[in-house]
């Protein structure tokens, strides 16, 4: 990459200089890789969902630091409706700058894993072979809009360089296992499928698969793809 900054690297202008909360959830024997996690189009970080997930990715011996884009801070603060998100090239940026504050307390982009939940992997994977970040996690990937699978763009996950897990329920609205099996996806690109699960990864009662159960089953594989990848 030469002399470019990260910045220019990804092509997006610089945020001022502030630094973005962030929510840790760690493991009990550190030292550990570190896992930069955000949110999807409609709920934050801190979602009980999210939270639950993130303890439990923790407890398999990986550290979790989650973020929220700026739409949705400013919505926690305000008590408003986090609609609609920032453009993407906003989204975009603040990724940048986590990866650059996370950088200054030692953990360099090419020792941090990153991703993020539907919206939030998505943009992540724009970004992620400028970034060459140690890895990258995508949960409930958003391939299409939901139940249009005419409407899916997979180009640039046809070359995505950086080793990817993404980890997507069967029956996903953006992008069910029929549909997804169908895609040319990049070689480095490994799925993880999670029984019966929705874009929620949550399964129906019927199936004999339950919502925790999922998420135990998607931080096990979290887990096991970044201890498996890290450097």
Not at 7 to 25: C, F, I
Not at 47 to 57: C, D, V, Y
Not at 70 to 83: I, L
Not at 145 to 167: D, E, G, K, R, Y
Request: glycine fraction near 10%.
């Amino acid at each position: 990459m030469g002399s470019l900054s990260l910045w220019e690297r990804v092509g997006v202008r610089v945020p001022p200089t502030m630094d973005t909360p962030l929510t840790w959830n760690l493991p009990a024997s550190p030292p550990a890789p570190t896992l930069l996690l955000t949110h999807g189009a409609g709920a934050s970080s801190t979602h009980p969902n999210t939270t639950r997930l993130a303890e439990l990715i923790a407890e398999r011996g990986v550290r979790v630091a989650r973020f929220d884009f700026p739409y949705m801070r400013r919505a926690m603060q305000t008590g408003k409706r986090p609609w609609p998100p920032d453009p993407e090239d906003v989204l975009a940026a603040a990724w940048v700058q986590v990866i650059q504050q996370l950088a200054g307390q030692g953990v360099p982009p090419n020792k941090l894993f990153i991703g993020g939940r539907s919206m939030g992997g998505r943009i992540a994977s724009y970004i992620a072979d400028a970034v060459e970040p140690a890895g990258m996690v995508c949960i409930s990937y958003p391939f299409h809009a939901p139940n249009n699978p005419a409407s899916a763009i997979t180009i640039h996950l046809q070359q995505l360089a950086i080793p990817t897990l993404i980890v997507q329920g069967e029956r996903d609205e953006y992008g069910t296992r029929d549909e997804v099996e169908g895609y040319e996806l990049s070689p480095n690109i490994k799925l993880c499928w999670i029984p019966d699960g929705n874009h929620g990864l949550i399964p129906r009662k019927r199936s004999g698969h339950t919502e925790e159960g999922n998420r135990e089953l998607a931080a096990a594989a979290i887990a096991e793809f970044v201890l498996g990848q890290r450097t």
